[in-house]
């Protein structure tokens, strides 16, 4: 209810929290999140910045500079320092974005999109508003089966989506072959990173052996980053990142009543968050590279210690060898649907892809949790 007069802040902050004591990552047993508590330090930049509308660029001239750098700087990692893009609200409008362009840049109207069964909805969210067709290409091991996708292909594709980190199992679809099929068919090849993208590149940092996702292939013309979730950024903070700025101007639209007059606006969103941008920034700037890659290790050796410990349990198993933070775990006999029921009444925050559990191994969980967790499947299969 909208109250007529209002009561003291005190008694607002009280009352919410009480309403909203508990919930989130507190307690740690949160295994279904690709976010996590943002960093502290760009939380205080954040607030300090928390009026600055992008939307508005000649009002905010200063934080359209800092945005600009904060997409050179996710550019570098993905092997373009000279990508254009936005910061957006997240990896949905970038998908939204990245689609719009690739649909207008192709003189069509309608069309059609090629992606795999293993793309996340934001895909086919983007199809519906945009008049696209979604073509679900096949999958063989969880990611695109390209010579199937291949049959896909026709005049009315606009764009084949690759998706690097997918949502279920962190995997990265054959982005090279992809970039091959595009380039024949003389199609719009969007890439997907935003889970993977700010973990693949440190993956790489890290020795791991990384197979071709970014702008290094010639034939990938955006991509999609989200700072909000293992950039550590507060929410809302995605990025969509182009090959080249002109692309934008298939989307440009005509903002009559901006500060100092007509702009040509080319973003999905009107008004923006700068304090996003200038919180990604800043973030970026006080981490560091070395600070993303320890935070990479780190989330990496959780898994691969959750891996092992599930692996030495009867009947448990992981779904495939995971090749970054996020693991899918199955049982034998349980089903998924009686695995979640019992493992939610424990406590745990767990969600699922397809037949098994989708573990995200955030920062927020540690070894003590990963045990506890385990202690508890061993109960859980015990019912089965
Ligand atoms: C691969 C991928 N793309 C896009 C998204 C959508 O991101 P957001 O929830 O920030 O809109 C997600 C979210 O999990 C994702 O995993």
């Known amino acids: 209810m909208f109250p007529e007069e209002g009561v003291s802040q005190e008694k607002v902050l009280s009352t919410l929290q009480r309403l909203l004591e508990g919930e989130g990552y507190v307690g740690g047993r949160v295994l279904s999140s690709m976010c996590t508590y943002p960093h502290p330090f760009a939380k205080k930049v954040f607030e300090a910045y928390i009026e600055r509308n992008l939307g508005d660029p000649r009002l905010f001239p200063k934080t359209a500079e800092i945005e600009k750098e904060v997409v050179s700087m996710l550019g570098e990692l993905l092997s373009h320092p000279n990508a254009a893009g936005y910061i957006v609200t997240g990896g949905t409008e970038a998908n939204i974005t990245a689609l719009w362009v690739a649909r207008n840049s192709s003189g069509k109207r309608r069309g059609a999109v090629v992606a795999s069964g293993e793309a996340h909805f934001s895909i086919a969210k983007a199809c519906d508003l945009l008049g696209l067709e979604f073509r679900v290409a096949p999958c063989r091991n969880y990611v695109m089966d390209v010579e199937e996708a291949r049959g896909l292909l026709d005049e009315d594709v606009v764009a ?62 955006s991509m999609t980053v989200d700072p909000h979730k293992m950039g550590l950024a507060p929410i809302p903070a995605g990025a969509v990142l182009f090959r080249r700025e002109e692309m934008l101007n298939s989307i440009a639209v005509e903002a009559p009543y901006l500060t100092g007059g007509l702009y040509l606006v080319k973003t999905l969103s009107g008004t923006r968050s700068g304090a996003s941008a200038i919180a990604a920034w800043a973030l970026f700037k006080h981490l ?32 495939t060898k995971p090749m970054m933070n996020l693991v899918g775990v199955r049982h034998e006999r349980i089903s998924i649907e009686r695995i979640m029921e019992e493992l939610t009444k424990k406590g745990w925050a767990v969600s699922r ?32």
């Open 160 to 221: 084949v989506v690759g998706v690097a980190g997918t949502t279920g199992l962190g995997l990265v679809e054959p982005i090279e072959e992809m970039a091959e099929v595009a380039e024949k068919a003389g199609v719009y090849l969007h890439v997907d990173a935003a889970f993977g993208g700010l973990v693949l590149p440190f993956l790489k940092e890290l020795g791991i052996e990384v197979p071709k996702f970014d702008f290094s292939l010639e034939q990938v013309q």
């Open 288 to 319: 560091g590279k070395k600070g993303y890659r320890e935070l990479v290790a780190r989330c990496m050796k959780l898994t691969e210690y959750l891996v092992k410990r599930v692996e030495e349990l009867p009947d448990w198993s992981v779904v």
């Open 353 to 384: 892809h397809r037949d098994f559990l989708r573990i995200v191994v955030m920062p927020h969980l540690n070894t003590n949790i990963i045990d506890d967790f385990v202690q508890d499947l061993v109960e859980v299969g015990r019912g089965g």
